[in-house]
């Protein structure tokens, strides 16, 4: 008899503004392949197509998109929207665990799966009136998010009570497991590391969309791309810098941010005032077949978050055939051995790095065929079989 999970996420493709739909997506996809039976509860009716697990809507009164974004930091604002529409996020993720226990007391299932600050609140609501475990999921920590400064009490605080509640806590690297034990008084004993993964193929096969890079590369120049959202955890401006300092000893290198985020605007005047605007470009934020052939046009891929709980576009540059460079101060440089690996302040070695991968053709070889290999262990469905391992423990079955 397979398990009943009920499962709470704020957000799933194409409706994302990150990484955490989509783990929400690739691992509920891998879940139901291994004979879980999922109901994935949103706060708000979408146009998802997901046929492998059983949506349900909380019906919310609508907020306006993207401001639902999962990731601020700061504000939590919302824009202002008429009727009984939520003041704020904080407002949004209260609504959405008074619902949330309201589905518990008419839905069947064996436990509760919460993914993040958003969905803790939910999570806590439908244990305590249906008495199933819970098992919390953290993908970031506010501590990652605001980069250890400015911490928001309100979300800490719901961090720490979905965390408290937890019957078995999921953390996406050893990194995130440390943070929790340091900052949110978590035992180690309770933790399970859940390393996120990738469907490798779906990067690997060739785009449909034309290289518009190509002018460019047919002149002889490389191209190094950051993918991500532009904001402080990700550490653009170590890319600005690194970028910098390649550029005094080979000016033959165009660097490419794909993304969007809150700091856009200072990321682009402090390129100007670095004095490498004429070697930048801003693709935006872009997804499905446009983010595959960003990939697949790069040279090479950089990584350079301050704190990243895991990173999952080091697994889709690599998956693409991209040789990376990632930040130690991530979950991904522990389940990757065939990347460069920097601290994120060290951009003087992170550009003898870049300047090593673009020059020497051998290495860039060895880092694509090699991390091509590893890349495909690194999987969705080995990622669902340690997560039923943690819900076979939870309900006592293992």
């Known amino acids: 008899m397979p398990l009943k999970v009920l499962m709470f996420g704020w957000e799933l493709p194409p409706f994302n503004s990150g990484g955490l739909g989509v783990a929400c997506y690739g691992l509920t996809q891998a879940l139901s392949q291994q004979d879980v039976d999922i109901t994935f ?9 997901a046929d492998f697990l059983r949506l349900v809507f909380a019906d919310l009164p609508k907020f306006a998109w993207p401001d639902m974004n999962p990731y601020l930091t700061s504000g939590l604002g919302l824009k202002t929207l008429p009727g009984d529409a939520p003041k704020d996020l904080i407002d949004a993720v209260r609504r959405y665990a008074l619902a949330a226990a309201e589905l518990a007391q008419k839905l069947q299932f064996d436990l509760v799966h919460a993914h993040d600050w958003l969905c803790f609140p939910a999570g806590v609501a439908a244990n305590s009136v249906s008495g199933k475990p819970l098992v919390s999921h953290v993908h970031a920590t506010e501590f990652d998010r605001s980069g250890g400064s400015s911490v928001n009490s309100v979300v800490y605080g719901f961090e720490r009570q979905g965390l408290s509640q937890s019957t078995a806590v999921i953390a996406v690297s050893n990194f995130t497991k440390n943070l929790l034990t340091k900052f949110y008084a978590t035992p180690g004993s309770k933790i399970d590391v859940v390393h996120n993964g990738i469907n490798a193929d779906d990067f690997a096969r060739p785009t ?7 002018p460019l590369k047919a002149r002889g120049f490389k191209i190094v791309s ?3 959202r532009i904001t402080l955890q990700k550490g653009p401006d170590y890319f600005l810098k690194t970028a910098q300092l390649v550029l005094r000893y080979d000016p033959k290198v165009i660097f490419m941010i794909v993304g969007s985020g809150d700091m856009e605007k200072q990321i682009i005047e402090e390129a100007i005032g670095l004095g490498i605007s004429d070697h930048l470009l801003f693709a935006g934020f872009l997804r ?7 990939y697949r046009s790069s040279d090479l891929f950089i990584m350079p978050s ?6 999952i576009t080091a697994l889709e540059a690599v998956a693409a055939g991209t040789p990376a460079i990632v930040s130690k101060q991530s979950g991904v440089s522990e389940a990757l051995n065939h990347v460069l690996k920097a601290d994120f302040w060290d951009t003087e070695e992170m550009a003898n790095q870049v300047l090593s991968v673009i020059s020497y053709p051998s290495l860039h070889h060895t ?4 991390g091509h290999t590893e890349v495909k262990k690194v999987s969705w469905q080995a990622a669902a079989a340690k997560t039923i391992q943690v819900y076979q423990k939870v309900l006592g079955r293992k």
């Open 288 to 294: 499905g077949e446009e983010l595959r052939q960003a």
């Open 306 to 311: 301050v704190s990243e709980p895991f990173g």
């Open 226 to 228: 950051y993918i991500g």
């Open 41 to 49: 509860v949103l706060p708000q009716k979408q146009n998802v197509k």
């Open 208 to 214: 449909s969309i034309q290289d518009a890079l190509a």
């Open 367 to 370: 880092l694509q065929a090699n």
